[in-house]
Structures are given as structure tokens and as C-alpha cells.
């Protein structure tokens, strides 16, 4: 069974930083694109990066509203993604969605780990 | 970036009734390797969303057939053909064509 397990949320202030984490089990990690999606408080859904697979060369991509302060990473030794985010600011409230990507994105979701930024 | 319209934003509807949403890209999805990454989501109340149907009209493991995707080019539909009470959601269509990954606004589906 797929598992995405999210970590790492917190109250943060402006400015400041956090990692996220997200615990990946039950498929072949290192095979697939992961992607982070948030939801702000009342929002809709906001992709915000994608890190892709051995085969791709574990490139990444992010939305234009977080490039520059936002990082994707993975360990695919420890199954593990992360979203470091740097320079936080408030419009980055929300809860963090760590997905896998099957025929696109959102094959499946973690629960999410709330970021509140004040 | 490809906007993503949806409509209704809001959609009562009446147990074992058909319910419909539109979602409208502003570009043709067709990508570059022919596959069309138009996505549908269901968020119910205090849940993660789930995918439901993935390129245009394949849908996901354990999605009751009661949900089907259609459309191409830049025109697409979900249909629920017989809304059951568990449907209460926030439906929402993706595309993933071209990056960055885009959301429609979401469809609110409640019982009349």
C-alpha cells in the first residue's frame, strides 16, 4: 500500500525558514516524479514543485511564486522528500500536500503538515 | 500559464440524480508527447484530495464507475451519473501539459 506520510510543520514568522518532510513507502521511490501541492486556509489547490525520477536525472521545477526560496529535494536511499523554504511570507500559509505522480500528478497524497506563516 | 475555468463554482444536486462539471483550459492540452494530462480531484470535508480520473477519462483504482471524464482540446466534463451522499465534495480539474501544474477554482457538489 502506498504510504506518504508529511512532517514538519510549524508557525514560522515572516522571514524565516522551515523544512518539510515527507516519509514515502509501499512503491519503488526513486522511480517516480514527487511533487509538493498546498492549500491555503478556505483555498483552492496551488502546485508548487516537482522533483522527477532517476531516469530524468532528479531534475526540478517550481511555481514562479516560490522559485528562489523554495528547494525540492529527495533521499531516495531513506525514501524521503523535502520542501526546504526559505524567506517565508505570509501568502505561504497552508497546508503542504507531498503527492506522487502516476500518468500525472496526484496518483496519491499524503495528509499534509499545516505551514503557518505570522 | 494555462488557466484552468471551472462552472459551477457551486452544484446542488439530488441523491441518484446525474451531476456534470465543466472545466475549460485556456490553451489545448494536447502536450507535446500526444497524451492529454487533464486531471479530475475530489476533496471531501477535511480530507486530502483524491484523484479520480487521470488523462481526460481513466479512472483511478477503487473510483466507483458512477464517475466518468470526457472531453478534449480545451473542453472537459465529469459526470457522476447517480450522485450518492458520499459525493459531497470539492471537485477540482488539473492540467498537467505544460508547467507549471494548474487547478481549476473547484466545484462545490452538495445535496439539494
Known amino acids: 500500500e502506498v504510504q506518504l506520510v508529511e512532517s514538519g510543520g510549524d508557525l514560522v514568522q515572516p522571514g524565516g525558514s522551515l523544512r518539510l518532510s515527507c516519509a514515502a513507502s509501499?512503491?519503488?521511490?526513486?522511480?517516480?516524479?514527487m511533487e509538493w501541492v498546498r492549500q491555503a486556509p478556505g483555498k483552492g489547490l496551488e502546485w508548487v514543485a516537482r522533483i522527477r525520477n532517476k531516469a530524468k536525472d532528479y531534475t526540478t521545477e517550481y511555481a514562479a511564486s516560490v522559485k528562489g526560496r523554495f528547494t525540492i529535494s529527495r533521499d531516495n536511499s531513506n525514501n524521503l522528500l523535502y520542501l526546504q523554504m526559505n524567506s517565508l511570507i505570509t501568502e505561504d500559509t497552508a497546508v503542504y500536500f507531498c503527492?506522487?505522480?502516476?500518468w500525472g500528478t496526484g496518483a496519491n497524497w499524503g495528509l499534509g503538515t499545516l505551514v503557518t506563516v505570522s | 500559464d494555462v488557466v484552468m475555468t471551472q462552472s459551477p463554482v457551486s452544484l446542488p444536486v439530488t441523491l441518484g440524480q446525474p451531476a456534470s462539471i465543466s472545466c475549460w483550459s485556456s490553451?489545448?492540452?494536447?502536450?507535446?508527447?500526444?497524451?492529454?494530462?487533464l486531471n479530475w480531484f475530489q476533496q471531501r470535508p477535511g480530507q486530502s484530495p483524491r484523484r479520480l480520473i487521470y488523462?481526460?477519462?481513466n479512472r483511478d483504482s477503487g473510483v466507483p464507475d458512477r464517475f466518468s471524464g470526457s472531453g478534449s482540446g480545451t473542453d472537459f466534463t465529469l459526470k457522476i451519473s447517480r450522485v450518492e451522499a458520499e459525493d459531497v465534495a470539492v471537485y477540482y480539474c488539473m492540467q498537467g501539459s505544460y508547467l507549471p501544474v494548474t487547478f481549476g477554482g473547484g466545484t462545490k457538489v452538495d445535496i439539494k
Open positions: 503527492t506522487r505522480d502516476v
Open positions: 490553451q489545448s492540452l494536447v502536450s507535446t508527447d500526444g497524451n492529454t494530462y
Open positions: 488523462k481526460v477519462s
Open positions: 509501499g512503491f519503488t521511490f526513486s522511480d517516480y516524479y
